[in-house]
């Protein structure tokens, strides 16, 4: 069974900081996939990382792989307001569903 | 492109009535569909896979008979909520993925369900 464990589950920052996310992962999978939702909405994709070593940036945020260590961060650099939400990462994907982490409830404090 | 509609965005029901909610890819063909489901302040646990023209595949611990799924065509699912109850209420959302696409799932905007 593919246990997913985001660390850490709640997160209040400054602006200006940096700061990372963990995603350890039990078994292999084929995709990482980190979201985004806002309070009483849907997810937002922001990455799906395909292979060992994979390193996506968007803005602020980046993202990275390592399937030998079992592990993906994602990397808030310089932190806004505006990214105050709670981030997911989960694996599966294709044919699959997704296997979900618990969330990582940020805040991004002026 | 990859929009994901859901029908309706949110309802409230009397406990023992049953609920339909549609998901439609609006722009892209989808084999597959999923069905999530989200508690207040936690995560998203799939419920069942959808798959067009076949039976849904359910998760352990999901009671297939009270969640209904029909996956009617490669752009429309629905899960009909059967029963319900007020511990049935939750944050209902879909995902689609492109017929043939390993990528990403693209997600409705969910359906609030609120069961009296």
């Known amino acids: 069974e593919l246990k997913v464990e985001q660390n850490p589950l709640f997160l209040s920052m400054q602006e200006g900081k940096n700061y990372t996310i963990y995603c350890n992962y039990s078994t292999t999978s084929d995709r990482l996939y980190w979201y985004r939702q806002d309070p009483g909405k849907s997810l937002e994709s922001l990455f799906v990382?395909?292979?060992?070593?994979a390193v996506k940036q968007e803005g602020r945020l980046m993202a990275s792989l390592d399937t030998k260590a079992r592990l993906s961060t994602l990397h808030i650099t310089a932190a806004v307001h505006d990214l105050s939400a709670t981030y997911f990462c989960a694996l599966g994907g294709g044919a699959d569903g997704l296997t979900f982490g618990k969330g990582t409830h940020l805040i991004i404090q002026p | 492109g990859a929009v994901v509609s859901q029908h309706p965005s949110w309802v409230i029901c009397k406990s023992g009535t049953s609920v339909k909610i549609e998901c439609r890819s609006l722009d892209f063909q989808a084999t597959t569909m999923f069905w999530y489901r989200q508690f207040p302040k936690q995560s998203l646990m799939l419920m069942a896979t959808?798959?067009?023209?076949?039976?849904?595949?359910?998760e352990q611990g999901v009671e297939k008979d009270k969640f209904l799924i029909n996956h009617a065509s490669l752009t429309l699912s629905t899960l009909t909520v059967t029963s319900a109850h007020p511990e049935d209420s939750s944050f209902y959302i879909c995902?689609?993925?492109?017929?043939?696409?390993?990528?990403?799932?693209?997600f409705g905007p969910g359906t609030r369900l609120l069961v009296l």
């Open positions: 995902s689609a993925s492109r017929t043939g696409g390993r990528e990403t799932q693209y």
């Open positions: 959808s798959n067009e023209g076949s039976k849904a595949t359910y």
């Open positions: 990382l395909l292979s060992n070593g």
